[in-house]
Structures are given as C-alpha cells and as structure tokens.
C-alpha cells in the first residue's frame, strides 16, 4: 500500500528493534488482568510485524492485526498464524466488537497515508469507542516534541549481524512534525544492499489528546511507562477505558 516498512527495513525492525514490544508487553498484559479482561478479541493497529500479536495469542486472547506494510505483515502471518491480519490503513480499517484496541510503537503519529491528519483522530477515537465493549480498553503511545532541539538535526545508527541502519531526524515545531531519513544495509551475498526511506509523524500534546478522548466518553490515564517499562523521550503512553 506504500512505500513504508519494505522488506529490508521492515526485517531490520522486526530483529533490532523488536525489544519495544517484548518488554512493554508484560506491563500491558498487567493492565488487562487488572481491568479483568482475559479472554476476548484485541484489535492491534499499527501491528507490524506480530511481536505483540504473539504476546496476546500466547496469553489466550483472539487477534485482529492491522498494518499498512505488505512485508511487516508478511512477517506477522509467519510469526503468527493463529491470528488475523490484514493489509489496510488504520485510519480507514473497519473496526469488529472487541475488548481491547492497542496502537503500539507510535502508529498514530506517522502520517504514512493521505488519510491522516489532525483531524482525522477524533473520527478514528470514536470508532474505536464504539467497537469496544462496556469496560473495553484502548491503549496506545504517542510522540511529543522534544526528541530533537529545536533547528537540530540528530544522527544515530544501530547494526547488527547482516545489517546496518542509519536514522537522521529533525523537528519542525512550526508544523509539529518530526521527519526521519532512515538508510538501510543489508547484506545481499557478499555485497549489501542500500534502501532509504523518509518517515514523518505528527506531534501530538498528550493532554490535548487526552481531552479529546474524554469528550468522546473515555476514562484516561497518561504515563511515561507500560507497568515497569519506561518509554524513551518524548514518549507518552495512554490507557482509554470505555465505561
């Protein structure tokens, strides 16, 4: 659907940055239990390439995966063939009854479809309120600024055994959107292959997202962790009960 996530970033996430999901996952579970949810369907937007799907099917819940990557959803079917996934957008994605919606690893920020934009989540909360059961959850994690000072360009890079992959981003504050170059390598035989791909998210403000959420009939928290997890900066995680 897009030229988001191909093959070699999507494998290169899936093996350097799968840590995300394995170690947010028993927080989020918690959650569940806490809310005595333990069984039922939980829809996962923004799923790439199944880690958390496979958490939720081993803890004995149904799973509806949405993604807008071929090849992360390629991955997810592999890695989980109990579960159901689907090519789509998040943004347009029918939404069936269920306990739980999750949106994990930023997927509401990034602005990888001409059917995102600000005024796009308020239409999105409310499906979502009205797909869940009474006491249903809604769980996701937004990006703030601040990752990158403002007129700053910040460059990292992460590798690992056939791979290697270069991350430059900045802010503009002006227009809340943080851009990133992300340049991948990955070993083809004896060469590597090059891939670049440009990814742009939306800022958002937890608290203004938060009001949102309440306007629609949302009880809500915000917090800097799932359960013991501490996400990285500029990260805020937000737990949306329907009650």
Request: glycine share 10%; aromatic share 10%; charged share 20%.
């Amino acid at each position: 659907m897009g030229d988001w996530y191909k093959a070699d970033l999507a494998y290169i996430h899936d093996i350097g940055y799968g840590d995300f999901a394995d170690q947010a996952a028993v927080g989020i579970l918690t959650c569940f239990q806490s809310h005595q949810i333990e069984s039922g369907l939980v829809i996962d937007l923004g799923c790439g390439s199944g880690i958390w799907a496979d958490h939720l099917i081993q803890a004995g819940y149904q799973v509806l995966g949405i993604d807008i990557s071929e090849a992360m959803i390629g991955l997810a079917r592999s890695r989980v063939p109990d579960a159901e996934f689907r090519v789509e957008s998040l943004f347009t994605a029918s939404l069936p009854t269920c306990q739980v919606v999750t949106v994990l690893g930023e997927g509401l920020n990034y602005l990888f479809d001409a059917e995102h934009n600000a005024c796009r989540l308020g239409p999105i909360f409310q499906r979502v309120f009205d797909a869940l059961e009474p006491g249903g959850l809604f769980i996701f994690d937004l990006v703030e600024p601040g990752q990158v000072e403002a007129g700053q360009t910040s460059q990292g890079f992460r590798e690992g055994e056939d791979w290697i992959v270069l991350v430059e981003k900045q802010e503009d504050l002006e227009s809340m959107i943080l851009t990133r170059r992300i340049i991948t390598f990955r070993q083809d035989g004896t060469l590597y292959r090059r891939d670049e791909e440009i990814h742009r998210q939306q800022l958002y403000n937890a608290n203004e997202i938060a009001a949102q959420l309440k306007q629609i009939g949302f009880q809500v928290q915000i917090s800097n962790t799932y359960g013991e997890y501490e996400l990285a900066i500029a990260r805020k995680a937000i737990t949306a009960r329907k009650p």
